[in-house]
């Protein structure tokens, strides 16, 4: 990450990336294989929106979303 | 990883269109599927896996996305019942995302089936030559327009609207228009609906804005970055009015022409069809979702025009002559389902517009807006047997708005 535009660019991709994988999850029935497919792919993207303190979804949406994933992990 | 998706062939075959006088249908299928894909699948795809370690290997999240990535249960079970509950309240990750309301699903498909099956008998009807039912009329878009009221908070909510039938200069058609305006009066919602044949609903003209005249916002304006340049809130209420109360006057069809790439754009994620096209409606939520981010929009306006184009190509090859009607059927559930979400979505965005229009414009070198609710009373009078004036204090009192 060599400048502050690149950065601000790749949170943008991992907010994009982080929507594409929830949209995705929203369609997928309960016991599909691509679920934990695109929950590890969702946490990996909350992980460096969380570095950069949220991007547009702010923090307290990147935790919800961080622990309603991993609930999920844990059933 | 940016650069790969500036680079991305998009680009070139937005550059192609615009350069060369022909392209064939052959060579914009290429084109379309040569876009398709612009997107990544999985962050991975995208990150290399470097690059992903060391975003991983800091601050509280390193912990988050071990135990996710972890094999096995990890002992958390008050934590995970009340997760489970408040994802099953929210009714999806999107939600809590913030990008989509906590949808009232049994509601929305009850909808979606009655708009469907209304629309289904309208088209029957028309196919055995039946007799048509009563396009709707000015009292019908009134009653529609009673949607309008109850949107936005303080001086920003709409509190008149004026309907009006009416036969434009130049038109052998009768036209409805709808003029809505706040409480400060200004002129914040503008819309024409016309009938071009049975069942087809036609959407001539369709701005909104917040705290400023919507007739002030040309494209010749270069104020693209000012706020209340639209009002997704009205517009999506008094859409999804049009789209329920429509079919009940006949209607199957919606229709429209979009005035650019962008407007096509935001049609397709209201269910329409693509510019011209005669296939039915397919699923454009990813776009949707994407056109959030600066860096993709170029490409979702550049594949529109690879979309348009080849539409258009398709016709004249036919012998047909070029179309760029983008319809709204409503016989097809998934576009019915497309265009409700959209509208609701619109209402419940977190993305909120701000209020403070009027200092912003100022800030940004423009004149401070004046309100013109004088001109159009003077224009529109109550008194005429071709204009309903609607008031949202009369119609909160009946019950009509919340």
């Given at each position: 990450?060599?400048?502050?535009?690149?950065?601000?660019?790749?949170?943008?991709?991992?907010?994009?990336?982080?929507?594409?994988?929830?949209?995705?999850?929203?369609?997928?029935?309960?016991?599909?294989?691509?679920?934990?497919?695109?929950?590890?792919?969702?946490?990996?993207?909350?992980?460096?929106?969380?570095?950069?303190?949220?991007?547009?979804?702010?923090?307290?949406?990147?935790?919800?979303?961080?622990?309603?994933?991993?609930?999920?992990?844990?059933? | 990883?940016?650069?790969?998706?500036?680079?991305?062939?998009?680009?070139?075959?937005?550059?192609r269109?615009?350069?060369?006088?022909?392209?064939?249908?052959?060579?914009?299928?290429?084109?379309?599927?040569?876009?398709?894909?612009t997107?990544?699948?999985?962050?991975?795809?995208?990150?290399?896996?470097?690059?992903?370690?060391?975003?991983?290997?800091?601050?509280?999240?390193?912990?988050?996305?071990?135990?996710?990535?972890?094999?096995?249960p990890?002992?958390?079970p008050?934590?995970?019942?009340?997760?489970?509950?408040?994802?099953?309240?929210?009714g999806?990750?999107?939600?809590?995302?913030?990008?989509?309301?906590?949808?009232?699903?049994?509601?929305?498909?009850?909808?979606?089936?009655?708009?469907?099956?209304?629309?289904?008998?309208?088209?029957?009807?028309?196919?055995v030559?039946?007799?048509?039912?009563?396009?709707?009329?000015?009292?019908?878009?009134?009653?529609?327009?009673?949607s309008?009221?109850?949107?936005?908070?303080?001086?920003?909510?709409?509190?008149?609207?004026?309907?009006?039938?009416w036969?434009?200069?130049?038109?052998?058609?009768?036209?409805?228009?709808?003029?809505?305006?706040?409480?400060?009066?200004?002129?914040?919602?503008?819309?024409?609906?016309?009938?071009?044949?049975?069942?087809?609903?036609?959407?001539?003209?369709?701005?909104?804005?917040?705290?400023?005249?919507?007739?002030?916002?040309?494209?010749?304006?270069?104020?693209?970055?000012?706020?209340?340049?639209?009002?997704?809130?009205?517009?999506?209420?008094?859409?999804e009015?049009?789209?329920?109360?429509?079919?009940?006057?006949?209607?199957h069809?919606?229709?429209?022409?979009?005035?650019?790439?962008?407007?096509?754009?935001?049609?397709?994620?209201?269910?329409?069809?693509?510019?011209?096209?005669?296939?039915?409606?397919?699923?454009?939520?990813?776009?949707?979702?994407?056109?959030?981010?600066?860096?993709?929009?170029?490409?979702?306006?550049?594949?529109?025009l690879?979309?348009?184009?080849?539409?258009?190509?398709?016709?004249?090859?036919?012998?047909?002559?070029?179309?760029?009607?983008?319809?709204?059927?409503?016989?097809?559930?998934?576009?019915?389902?497309?265009?409700?979400?959209?509208?609701?979505?619109?209402?419940?965005?977190?993305?909120?517009?701000?209020?403070?229009?009027?200092?912003?414009?100022?800030?940004?070198?423009?004149?401070?807006?004046?309100?013109?609710?004088?001109?159009?009373?003077?224009?529109?009078?109550?008194?005429?047997?071709?204009i309903?004036?609607?008031?949202a204090?009369a119609?909160?009192?009946?019950?009509?708005?919340?």
């Amino acid at each position: 990450m060599n400048s502050p535009s690149e950065g601000a660019d790749e949170v943008d991709l991992a907010a994009l990336i982080l929507f594409s994988d929830l949209a995705r999850l929203d369609e997928l029935s309960d016991g599909d294989e691509e679920r934990p497919k695109r929950i590890r792919s969702a946490l990996e993207a909350l992980t460096i929106l969380s570095e950069a303190g949220g991007g547009s979804l702010g923090m307290e949406r990147v935790r919800l979303l961080e622990d309603a994933l991993l609930a999920e992990t844990l059933v | 990883m940016i650069r790969r998706i500036l680079e991305h062939p998009v680009r070139e075959f937005s550059r192609r269109l615009f350069a060369a006088d022909h392209l064939s249908v052959a060579e914009l299928d290429q084109a379309a599927e040569a876009i398709g894909p612009t997107l990544p699948a999985s962050i991975s795809d995208v990150l290399p896996s470097k690059r992903l370690a060391g975003a991983l290997k800091l601050g509280a999240s390193e912990g988050v996305a071990t135990r996710a990535l972890a094999p096995g249960p990890i002992s958390a079970p008050s934590l995970n019942a009340k997760l489970q509950r408040s994802v099953r309240r929210a009714g999806s990750y999107l939600a809590i995302a913030g990008l989509v309301p906590p949808p009232d699903r049994r509601a929305l498909e009850e909808t979606i089936d009655l708009v469907v099956a209304q629309a289904k008998a309208n088209r029957h009807r028309l196919d055995v030559g039946q007799e048509i039912l009563d396009f709707p009329r000015l009292d019908a878009f009134a009653t529609m327009a009673e949607s309008l009221f109850g949107h936005g908070s303080g001086a920003d909510r709409v509190d008149e609207v004026r309907v009006v039938d009416w036969i434009p200069k130049g038109k052998k058609r009768r036209d409805v228009a709808l003029h809505a305006f706040d409480r400060r009066g200004f002129h914040v919602l503008e819309a024409a609906f016309s009938k071009v044949g049975p069942g087809l609903l036609y959407i001539d003209c369709l701005r909104a804005s917040h705290g400023r005249n919507c007739e002030e916002l040309g494209l010749d304006f270069g104020g693209g970055k000012v706020p209340g340049r639209g009002n997704a809130a009205l517009v999506g209420a008094g859409l999804e009015a049009l789209l329920i109360h429509a079919v009940r006057h006949g209607v199957h069809t919606i229709a429209t022409s979009p005035g650019s790439p962008m407007v096509a754009s935001l049609y397709m994620k209201m269910g329409f069809t693509a510019p011209g096209s005669e296939a039915p409606f397919s699923r454009h939520r990813l776009e949707w979702l994407l056109e959030q981010f600066p860096v993709l929009r170029e490409a979702i306006a550049g594949l529109n025009l690879v979309r348009k184009e080849r539409n258009v190509q398709a016709q004249l090859e036919a012998g047909q002559t070029p179309s760029y009607l983008q319809k709204l059927e409503l016989d097809n559930p998934e576009a019915v389902r497309q265009a409700l979400s959209a509208f609701r979505l619109s209402r419940a965005s977190v993305a909120d517009v701000p209020k403070d229009v009027a200092a912003r414009l100022v800030q940004a070198g423009h004149p401070a807006p004046k309100p013109n609710h004088a001109e159009w009373k003077k224009e529109l009078p109550e008194d005429a047997s071709n204009i309903r004036v609607l008031r949202a204090q009369a119609c909160r009192s009946r019950g009509a708005v919340r």
